[in-house]
Each structure stands twice: as structure tokens, then as C-alpha cells.
């Protein structure tokens, strides 16, 4: 059974930094890419960063590009969300996601608000 769980969301000042992880179990975690996305209270649920199975190849949307840094620990199986220079605007809900076997799996997400 596909388990995520997050952790690491908190309440931080507009140019702080928080670092949020995502464990991972029940599948063979460094074969599959890893995502981030989160929500804003009223906004549809967006992409933020993406890295990949292979290579550790990353992606990110383009409103947090040189902000956040993603990475995982094949190891560990986790995935982390490296989030510096954080405004207002990055408050919301952040869920880990992976795609396997055509199905989607989300975990339970973490709160991260930016507020002075």
C-alpha cells in the first residue's frame, strides 16, 4: 500500500526558510519520479517542482525557479522541498504526489504559511 506523509510545514517570516519532507513506502521509491504540489485556500491545487527517477533530473514552476530546491534520498526514501526567500504568496497546503501505475497517490499535505 502507497503511503506519503509530509512534514515540516510552519508558520515563517516573508523571506524565511522551511524545509519540508515527504516519506515514502509500500513501492519501490527510486524508481518513480516525485512531485510537490500544493493549495492555496481558494486556488486549485498547483505543480511546484518535479524530479525524476533517473538522473535526478528537476523541474520547477516557474513562480518558485531559484526559491526552492528539490531533492530525494533514494536511501531514506524520502523527498525533500528545499524552500528559501519564501513570500505571502507560498502559503498553502504542500502535498507529495507520485504517479504509479496510473494511478495517482497524494499524502495528507503540511502547512506552510508566510506571514510577518
Known sequence: QVHLVESGGDVAQPGGSLRLSCAASGF???SYTMRWYRQAPGKEREFVARISNIGGRTNYADCVKGR?????DDAKNTVYLQMNSLKPEDT??????????????WGQGTQVTVSS
Open 92 to 105: 498553502a497546503v504542500y502535498y507529495c504526489n507520485a504517479y504509479i501505475g496510473m494511478t495517482y497517490y
Open 28 to 30: 519501490t521509491f527510486r
Open 68 to 72: 526552492f530546491t528539490i531533492t530525494r
